[in-house]
């Protein structure tokens, strides 16, 4: 599986961004899909998740309510809509496949398999 992460860039706080990531294989439909970021000298941290049917999602509690992950087995293509950012929200973002086929999304890094190259959003006060 080969994952392509696009959508990153410069915004002001408050602004909005839509991060897509495209992915290759015919199975699509039956992956698991996560957001992480990692921003300078920290850890890399879950943001999203959405399960493979994609009825159920995940957030982590610093970006629930502001971002929304969402995918479109058509195009191979899981989304992270943006909004109200924030300056803490500056990292290098990366999306993730877990080939499992669980109902519930996964929120470790561990569970995923596959990564893609990241794209870095940077959020200016």
């Known amino acids: 599986v080969q994952l392509q992460a696009s959508g990153g860039g410069v915004v002001q706080a408050g602004g909005s961004l839509r991060l897509s990531c495209a992915a290759s294989?015919?199975?699509?439909?039956?992956?698991?899909m996560g957001w992480f970021r990692q921003a300078p000298g920290k850890e890399r941290e879950f943001v999203a998740a959405i399960n493979w049917m994609g009825g159920t999602t995940s957030y982590a509690d610093s970006v629930e309510g502001r971002f929304t992950i969402s995918r479109d087995n058509a195009k191979n293509t899981v989304y992270l809509q943006m909004n109200s950012l924030k300056p803490e929200d500056t990292a290098v973002y990366y999306c993730?496949?877990?080939?499992?086929?669980?109902?519930?999304?996964?929120?470790?890094?561990?569970?995923?398999?596959?990564w893609g190259q990241g794209t870095l959003v940077t959020v200016s006060s």
């Open positions: 993730a496949v877990d080939p499992t086929l669980e109902t519930e999304p996964a929120v470790m890094a561990s569970d995923y398999d596959y």
């Open positions: 294989g015919r199975t699509f439909s039956r992956y698991g």
